[in-house]
């Protein structure tokens, strides 16, 4: 069996390295999402503890700011009707979160990541 990787630090090397390869394969809420990179055959497994999404940049105030169920509905919505305008904006595995972008919406997401788990096919 290919082993599991408890690091951050996988996913963090293909945002370096190659970001525009990683794509949003799955959301399995409530908590987990399925990033895969199409270079290095990887798939991220991120545990989410908190998500907001934003609205586009005009409006970047506190009350643009959606959490929870909502921001969940905005992220299967763009997930369903146009997964390839999603891309990851952001990972910053010290502060244990991840941003992702829709390019379609213009809309951003945070996630807050309870835990990183690499597969390796
Ligand atoms: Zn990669
Ligand atoms: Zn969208």
Redesign the pocket.
């Given at each position: 069996m290919a082993p599991t990787f408890h690091s951050g630090a996988f996913i963090q090397q293909c945002f370096a390295s190659h970001r525009l390869c990683l794509t949003l394969k799955k959301l399995a809420f409530p908590e987990k999402i399925l990033l895969a990179c199409t270079s290095c055959n990887m798939l991220h497994r991120l545990t989410v503890r908190a998500l907001t999404t934003h609205a586009p940049a005009a409006r970047a105030t506190t009350e643009g700011a959606h959490g929870g169920d909502e921001a969940a509905d905005?992220?299967r919505?763009?997930?369903a009707?146009?997964q390839a305008?999603?891309g990851v904006r952001e990972v910053d595995v010290l502060q244990d979160s991840v941003g992702l972008r829709?390019?379609?919406?213009?809309?951003s997401y945070d996630l807050g990541v309870a835990a990183f788990e690499t597969h390796q096919h």
């Open positions: 905005c992220l919505h763009c997930l009707a146009h305008a999603l829709c390019a379609e919406c213009r809309r």
